[in-house]
T-cell receptor
Framework: ETGVTQSPTHLIKTRGQQVTLRCSSQ?????VSWYQQALGQGPQFIFQ???????GRGNFPPRFSGLQFPNYSSELNVNALELDDSALYLC??????????????FGPGTRLTVL | SQQGEEDPQALSIQEGENATMNCSYK?????LQWYRQNSGRGLVHLIL?????REKHSGRLRVTLDTSKKSSSLLITASRAADTASYFC?????????????FGSGTRLQVQP
């Protein structure tokens, strides 16, 4: 069983650019959630995907968008980057099977720096 | 949305001592989870306690839940330097089917060797 992986590990962009972050879910998991974590803060929920459909969204603007693919891997896209988008972006997968969907398994994160 | 607030914000202890951190929340919950995060890395699930449970153990971890006070505590016994990390609670509100987690700012635990 492989864990959650994310790429890239680190990324530097400039204001106004667009970025795509990738996540590969743990084997057998059909739900993926994305979180943004600013320095010294807890992770903030961006959105969740279940079977390729958005299944809930936090308080983030539309320039944050996502995709989930048939193999349950996922992308987070951010357009028109702002300085405040600098953060650690975490992907977490979970499974609705067996009633254990509330436990989430996190990847190591992508550190995004916007200059 | 339901969010836990961890207390204290920071805790520094010596190796071998016990560490206790608390979590408070506002509405009825189905369950509450605790996660650990080592510096700059992903979160690791530690334990889940359901609303009908009062105490749960996992190795050196002991979690209690008091639904009447809307609070939970995480006790780490015989702490080790490797326990140095941030700890987050994530209460799951009873009125939502969404599985997304909401986190507070966490408790930063420093275990001195």
């Amino acid at each position: 069983e492989t864990g959650v992986t994310q790429s890239p590990t680190h990324l530097i962009k400039t204001r106004g650019q667009q970025v795509t972050l990738r996540c590969s879910s743990q084997s057998g998991h059909n739900t993926v959630s994305w979180y943004q974590q600013a320095l010294g803060q807890g992770p903030q929920f961006i959105f969740q995907y279940y079977r390729e459909e958005e299944n809930g969204r936090g308080n983030f603007p539309p320039r944050f968008s996502g995709l989930q693919f048939p193999n349950y891997s996922s992308e987070l896209n951010v357009n028109a980057l702002e300085l405040d988008d600098s953060a650690l972006y975490l992907c977490a997968s979970s499974s609705t099977a067996g009633g254990r969907g509330d436990t989430q398994y996190f990847g190591p994160g992508t550190r995004l720096t916007v200059l | 949305s339901q969010q836990g607030e961890e207390d204290p914000q920071a805790l520094s202890i010596q190796e071998g001592e016990n560490a206790t951190m608390n979590c408070s929340y506002k509405t009825s919950i189905n369950n509450l989870q605790w996660y650990r995060q080592n510096s700059g890395r992903g979160l690791v699930h530690l334990i889940l306690i359901r609303s009908n449970e009062r105490e749960k153990h996992s190795g050196r971890l002991r979690v209690t839940l008091d639904t009447s006070k809307k609070s939970s505590s995480l006790l780490i016994t015989a702490s080790r330097a490797a326990d140095t990390a941030s700890y987050f609670c994530a209460p799951k509100a009873a009125d939502t089917g969404r599985r997304a987690l909401t986190f507070g700012s966490g408790t930063r635990l420093q275990v001195q060797p």
